[in-house]
């Protein structure tokens, strides 16, 4: 498949525990980010977003933290599965609007029976 | 894939040569993207559209071109294709209130 970086960060955990995914913004003008996860060989699939309104979001599993004051994101997942094993971005929209997204290098996170 | 397609998925070139690459939707969105994907850089934006004939430019739209004459087909171009425009391009789809649904992707390879 499709190689999305040679030497991106990589978190290992264990099958069952929750893991964090952090990213740092740029932009304190951003007001709306979004996280996504991207398989080997896939495009990237959408797994939760939040405007700057909101310091904490939830979905199914995972969490979505932001804290404006030190630019800083986190995506927690709960229970992590080996099908949780990705590639993980985090994107911010600096311009405003929802069109011109800046997205970070990304994540690896590795599940490990 | 959110009802998106993307043609060809694999292409080998040569320098200098054009190409057109092709994003089909049928979820009728609004917006429609054209990014790229190359090691340590993440997603990077080229072009999209806001409808019909409507397009803007994105991050790194030089030596791209896109049109987008249907509702559910937004084409990218490659006018002379670069070994640096060598690259993984993904094309996404939105409603225009924020999440964008991406296509499974093109490798072009240009030599």
């Known amino acids: 498949g499709e190689s999305v970086g040679l030497h991106l960060p990589t978190l290992s955990v264990q099958e069952g525990d929750n893991s964090i995914i952090n990213c740092a913004y740029s932009?304190?003008?951003?007001?709306?980010f979004i996280w996504y996860k991207q398989e080997s060989g896939k495009g990237p699939q959408f797994i939760i977003d939040?405007?700057?309104?909101?310091d904490k979001r939830q979905g199914q599993r995972v969490t979505v933290l932001l804290n404006k004051t030190v630019k800083h994101l986190s995506l927690q997942i709960a229970a992590t599965q080996p099908g949780d094993s990705a590639v993980y971005f985090c994107?911010?929209?600096?311009?405003?609007?929802?069109?011109?997204?800046?997205f970070g290098a990304g994540t690896r996170l590795a599940v490990h029976p | 894939d959110a009802g998106i397609t993307q043609s060809p998925r694999h292409k080998v070139t040569e320098t200098g040569t054009p190409v057109t690459l092709r994003c089909h939707q049928t979820e009728n969105h609004r917006y429609m993207y054209w990014y790229r994907q190359d090691p340590g850089h993440g997603l990077r934006l080229i072009h999209y559209?806001?409808?019909?004939?409507?397009?803007d430019k994105g991050e790194v739209s030089d030596g791209y071109s896109v049109s987008r004459s249907k509702t559910e087909d937004f084409l990218l171009t490659l006018e002379s294709a670069t070994s640096s425009q060598t690259s993984v391009y993904f094309c996404?789809?939105?409603?225009?209130?924020?999440?964008?649904?991406f296509g499974p992707g093109t490798r072009l390879t240009v030599t």
């Open positions: 939040i405007r700057s309104n909101m």
């Open positions: 996404a789809i939105s409603e225009g209130t924020g999440e964008q649904y």
């Open positions: 559209s806001y409808g019909v004939k409507d397009t």
């Open positions: 994107a911010e929209n600096p311009l405003g609007g929802y069109n011109k997204l800046i």
């Open positions: 932009n304190s003008a951003s007001d709306y």
